[in-house]
Every structure is written in C-alpha cells, then in structure tokens.
C-alpha cells in the first residue's frame, strides 16, 4: 500500500500530529509520497527530511499503483488534495485538525488507530458525486469538476440575477447574492449554511440554493442528478465571480454555464465504526440537552 500524504500551511500546525503521523506511516513499513508544501512543513517542525523522489507537487502521479490519500486538516483541505488526484480513483481519508469537519472524520486523537485501520484493511470506501461545470470561464479552470459544490456569486455592494433551467425547463430567475448548485456531499458545506436540506450522500440528486435571495420566497430546490443545469449571468451593475469547491474565479456579465453530474467521483476512505449519520449527529450535536 502507497500512501499519499497531503497537507496544506496551517496558521497553528502541530509538531506533534506530523510526527505521529509519519511515525504511524513508518510503523506499518507504508511507503509515503508527500506533497512539497507538507515535506517543507515536516522538515520545519518535526526534523523529517523527505527524499526528493518522494515529494510531488501540483499533481499526484499514482497511475497503476495501489494508493491511498491521507489528508491532515479540514475540509478545505482535503478538497485541495482530491483536486490534485486529476480524477484518480484513488480513497482519500481526511484527519481532522480543523474545526466542523464533514469530510474529515478522524480526529488528531485517532492517528494512531488510522493507521492500524489502513495496515488491517478495516478501511471502507465510499464513492461520492462530482459535479461538472462548463461555460464561460473568464480563465480556464484547472480542472472543470467539483465535489462540494458551484456557485455564482456577487463581488461588491450590487446585486446580480441568475436565470436558472433545469433540462431547458425555467426555475427561477434568482435575484440577490448569487447561486449555489451542490451534490449531496457539499448539502452539509456552504448550501447547509444557505438554507439548503441535509441530503445523505447516497441520494442521486443536486440541489439548487439561493444566496441571500431579494424575493423571500426563494427556496432550495433537489433535482434529480440526471438533469443538465443552465445558468445565466447578469451582473451590470456588480462584480462577479464562480467557484468550484475552494477554487475562484472571475465571472462577466452575460455569462452561461452548465451543470451537471461527473462520470468520475471522489472516493472517501472511511474508518469502519464511523457513518454519515454519526458525523451529522456528533458535529451538528444533535441530541444534545442544553437546558440545563
């Protein structure tokens, strides 16, 4: 088993997590590649040099290899490092060092345990919905696929509209902030944060958002993920710009673009003992009596 670690620059990285992760890593005799701003990190912090023919870049090449990606940090993170996989169908597993943490289930504590899991094959796998967009892009993006979500949003004090179809079919025309077109991956990301439902990540279906919405009565709409998703762009009086998960990028008025569901998809490595449901329950603490 090859084993991919990726991290990014943390305001407070932790000397102590890098070490017990690579000493994990080493303890089951894995063979580790590790991304060039994590080995900088690694060598700063925890005095591990790692060999040049180990440390890779803006792309992981693991073609025809059995590999397994082990993300360290939050969410943000962990969509960095499946960007980097290029659609490599290639598990990823995310500790958690930052904060909320969907995607991310295995907390600081658990590194040791991780490993054990991966090394015994107590890791089970999880293939999730991407999306991908097309249209007009004022750059061309590194890659057209998403796994949280897209959106259109405004950039300063106007407002923009966004004529929204759904299979040539009229929904809307969303007057306000921007946006939001999420798979049921991204429904517990930014789309949670609009308004929109909790969708378990085994549904076939994306879901449209409004953003701040002018007209009240706006609501989110679950479509199924068969559908092709049209937006239109009009933004005279405001600046725009679209993403794709955490990337971001200029958009102009009268711009289209369409949405729809990848063929690839992102599989989530995730400890055997651990479901959707106990991740919404533990970080939306439901169930939990504050009365008292």
Known sequence: MNILLFSLPR??????????????????????????????????LAGRTI???????????VHGIEALMVSYGGDGTLLEGAHRLHGAPVPIVGINSGHLGFLTTVPTAGIGQLFDDIAAGR?????????????????TPDSPLALNEFTIQRHGAGMISVETYVDGQMVATYHGDGV????????????????GPVVAPQCNCLVISPLAPHNLTMRPVV??????????????QAD????????????????????RRSDRRIYLAVPH?????????????????IRS
């Open 11 to 44: 305001r407070s990285p932790s000397a102590g997590d890098i070490r017990r992760i690579f000493d994990a890593a080493e303890r089951h005799g894995f063979t580790c590649a590790v991304n060039e701003e994590f080995a900088a990190e690694a060598a700063a």
């Open 51 to 61: 060999p040049p023919e180990r440390i890779y870049g803006a792309e992981a090449c």
């Open 123 to 139: 890791i089970r796998t999880e293939a999730r919905t991407q999306i991908e967009v097309g249209g007009d892009f004022d750059r």
């Open 180 to 195: 939001l077109v999420c798979t049921p991956t991204g429904s517990t990301a930014y789309s949670l944060s609009a308004g």
């Open 223 to 236: 479509v199924p993920d068969t559908a092709e998703i049209s937006l239109h762009v009009h933004s005279r």
């Open 240 to 259: 725009g710009f679209v993403t794709l998960d955490n990337r971001l990028y200029p958009v102009r008025d009268g711009a289209s673009f369409t949405v």
């Open 273 to 289: 003992n651990i479901s959707f449901y106990d991740t919404l329950r533990n970080k939306m603490m439901w169930g939990i009596d």
